[in-house]
């Protein structure tokens, strides 16, 4: 998939454009999405990076990196996506002008969004403005239950297996390997150690079952209580895994909560819990897709 940042990086050519934020690209997105793939012209994706809301003062535990979402949306298949930097000038820009700069400047034809898309200064345009500016429109109607913001409130909660539901595909965390404390290793459980990027969303404390690179893998998310541990970790046991991690960005699966992380009476009841936890990962079920 060609990516662009801005107008001009893109050919002018005929488009069906899907336009919205899509953090996370849940099911609601896909369906918005996908009606833009299977309308006539070059299936195209316009977005915004950093989030809106960010931008505009507010916190946002992002469900996936830029990154990432691009990978998602060119599964879905789209050819081509323009990520347009959001800033506050963008967000005081007309909505006649925001249409004009960067949606007939790439030779939008038909625009496609959920069917309450706002945009431009004060929220002020709608796909009814864009259909009086001569552009084709195909609203897509809201998926009822499905939002960002109750993705995001069930992976605070730690219910991945909900969160799955609604994004159509695992929980994931993803984030660079490195070196930690090395416990894991000497207990017979080495670890991969992940650093996550400040604005993803991790889910609740506890001990999950999933996947990551291909391995069933255990993961921690916490402080390590048994170790009177203080700072948050995200580490992943991979299992039937031999190799080095070291440097590599690591996109890790949750699919099920097993439990609380828990500080133990002592270091032999730790590694026969951990024991369990690995029997239960092995066990474990991947979320249907």
């Known amino acids: 998939m060609k990516v662009g940042r801005e107008p001009a990086d893109l050919e002018r050519r005929p488009r069906a454009v899907a336009i919205g934020t899509f953090d996370g690209?849940?099911?609601?997105?896909?369906?918005?999405?996908?009606?833009?793939?299977d309308t006539d012209g070059v299936p195209t994706v316009v977005t915004f990076h950093p989030h809106p809301r960010a931008v505009l003062g507010n916190r946002v535990e992002l469900l996936s990196t830029l990154e990432r979402r691009l990978e998602l949306l060119a599964a879905l298949g789209v050819a081509e996506t323009l990520v347009v930097e959001f800033t506050p000038e963008l967000a005081a820009l007309a909505p006649e002008a925001f249409a004009r700069e960067y949606l007939q400047a790439i030779g939008g034809e038909v625009v496609v969004a959920g069917a309450?898309?706002?945009?431009?200064?004060?929220?002020?345009?709608?796909?009814?403005?864009?259909?009086?500016?001569?552009?084709?429109?195909?609203?897509?109607?809201?998926?009822?239950?499905?939002?960002?913001?109750?993705?995001?409130?069930?992976?605070?909660?730690?219910?991945?297996?909900?969160?799955?539901?609604?994004?159509?595909?695992?929980?994931?965390?993803?984030?660079?390997?490195?070196?930690?404390?090395?416990?894991?290793?000497?207990?017979?459980?080495?670890?991969?150690?992940?650093?996550?990027?400040?604005?993803?969303?991790?889910?609740?404390?506890?001990?999950?079952?999933?996947?990551?690179?291909?391995?069933?893998?255990?993961?921690?998310?916490?402080?390590?209580?048994?170790?009177?541990?203080?700072?948050?970790?995200?580490?992943?046991?991979l299992l039937d895994f031999e190799g080095d991690l070291y440097g590599r960005p690591l996109v890790v699966e949750l699919w099920q909560r097993l439990r609380d992380e828990r500080a133990f009476g002592s270091e032999q009841e730790l590694v026969e819990q951990i024991a369990r936890d690995v029997d239960e990962t092995r066990a474990a079920t991947r979320p249907p897709a």
């Not at 690209?25 to 793939?37: C, E, I, P, S, Y």
């Open 25 to 37: 690209v849940h099911l609601g997105h896909q369906a918005v999405v996908r009606a833009a793939v």
């Open 116 to 237: 309450g898309f706002r945009f431009g200064r004060r929220r002020a345009g709608d796909l009814a403005l864009l259909e009086r500016l001569g552009l084709g429109v195909r609203p897509v109607s809201i998926v009822e239950g499905i939002s960002s913001s109750r993705i995001r409130q069930l992976v605070h909660d730690g219910d991945v297996a909900a969160a799955a539901r609604l994004l159509g595909r695992p929980v994931e965390v993803e984030g660079n390997v490195v070196p930690g404390d090395a416990r894991g290793g000497t207990l017979g459980f080495p670890t991969a150690n992940l650093r996550v990027d400040p604005d993803l969303l991790v889910p609740a404390f506890g001990i999950y079952a999933g996947a990551a690179a291909g391995h069933r893998a255990a993961v921690s998310i916490g402080v390590n209580p048994h170790y009177g541990g203080s700072e948050r970790r995200v580490e992943a046991f």
